[in-house]
């Protein structure tokens, strides 16, 4: 089993910056790729990005691409997601996953087998 625990979400002003962060413990070796999803009130969860674990390649949704960063720092075994010029559009819970598989494009919900807690970031106008 692998746990996860988000941490650094928060308020931001529309343009503005966040950096979110995920600790994994646990069976960590069987980690192939992490990932970051959202889900918006009413809204269905929505995959933001992903990286492989051993070789760093990484995957981003359109919508993000070009304002977020996935990184992991395999020492501490964190991932973090840096988000940048945030949009009201991008408030959500935001989960950290975790997959046993190494494709890193895996963007639907029951490509990952362990979850997050979540944590909230809220973009005001």
């Known amino acids: 089993q692998v746990q996860l625990g988000e941490s650094g979400g928060g308020l931001v002003q529309a343009g503005g910056s966040l950096r979110l962060s995920c600790a994994a413990s646990?069976?960590?070796?069987?980690?192939?790729?992490m990932g970051w999803f959202r889900q918006a009130p009413e809204k269905e969860r929505e995959f933001v990005a992903a990286i492989r674990w051993n070789s760093g390649n990484t995957f981003y949704s359109d919508s993000v691409k070009d304002r977020f960063t996935i990184s992991r720092d395999n020492a501490k075994n964190t991932v973090s997601l840096q988000m940048n010029s945030l949009k009201p559009e991008d408030t959500a819970v935001y989960y950290c996953?975790?997959?046993?598989?190494?494709?890193?494009?895996?963007?639907?919900?029951?490509?990952?087998?362990?979850w997050g807690q979540g944590t909230q970031v809220t973009v005001s106008s």
């Open positions: 996953a975790a997959r046993r598989g190494n494709i890193v494009q895996a963007t639907m919900t029951y490509e990952y087998d362990y």
């Open positions: 646990g069976r960590t070796v069987s980690i192939g790729t």
